[in-house]
């Protein structure tokens, strides 16, 4: 029996043996099988950080075009928009070239307007010449200066019945 044990030691013992080489051969494949995966991890890492970095270029680019082209689009709409109103305003500007002689008309008008404004500063002169006494009963006195403002808003009624 004693024999028969340590047949069945041996054998454990090999058993023990075979499972512990065959987990330091496991143990050998998984490191190797990490030490790849970590390698292609580190691969792809790199490839996908190329690629990302590559792909926010693309994006920066694809938004700079399309900022341009935005811009682009917005100045033909308005060079599209700018020839319609000039065309317009071509058209109309028959229609206005027939109307300018009435408007020529009125300018003279204001002219005497202006004469009359060039007429209103004399009685500004005149003032000085009133101020003086320049105690208050003297200034009561002053009705000599109402009927030269009364007459100027008759000078503005007159110019209002030339418009």
Same mark, same amino acid.
């Given at each position: 029996m004693s024999e028969n044990c340590l047949n069945f030691a041996s054998i454990g013992v090999c058993e023990q043996l075979r499972l512990r080489f065959s987990d330091l051969?496991? +143990?050998?494949?998984?490191?190797?099988?990490?030490?790849e995966i970590h390698l292609n991890? %580190?691969?792809?890492?790199?490839?996908?950080?190329?690629?990302?970095r590559h792909n926010l270029e693309a994006l920066k680019d694809f938004?700079?075009?399309?900022?341009?082209?935005?811009? #682009?689009?917005?100045?033909?709409? #308005?060079?599209?928009? %700018? %020839?319609q109103q000039r065309r317009q305003l071509q058209q109309q500007?028959?229609?206005?070239?027939?109307?300018?002689?009435?408007? +020529?008309?009125?300018?003279? #008008?204001?002219?005497?307007?202006?004469?009359?404004?060039?007429?209103r500063p004399p009685p500004p002169l005149?003032?000085?010449q009133?101020?003086?006494l320049q105690q208050q009963r003297p200034q009561r006195q002053q009705p000599r200066q109402q009927p030269q403002q009364r007459r100027q808003p008759e000078l503005q009624v007159s110019n209002n019945l030339n418009k």
């Open positions: 051969k496991l +143990l050998a494949l998984c490191r190797s099988l990490i030490k991890f %580190q691969h792809f890492r790199k490839l996908f950080t190329n690629r990302k938004s700079r075009e399309s900022l341009q082209r935005r811009q #682009r689009l917005r100045l033909q709409q #308005r060079q599209r928009q %700018q %020839q500007r028959p229609q206005r070239q027939q109307r300018p002689p009435p408007p +020529l008309q009125q300018p003279q #008008r204001p002219q005497p307007r202006q004469q009359q404004q060039r007429q005149q003032q000085p009133q101020p003086q």
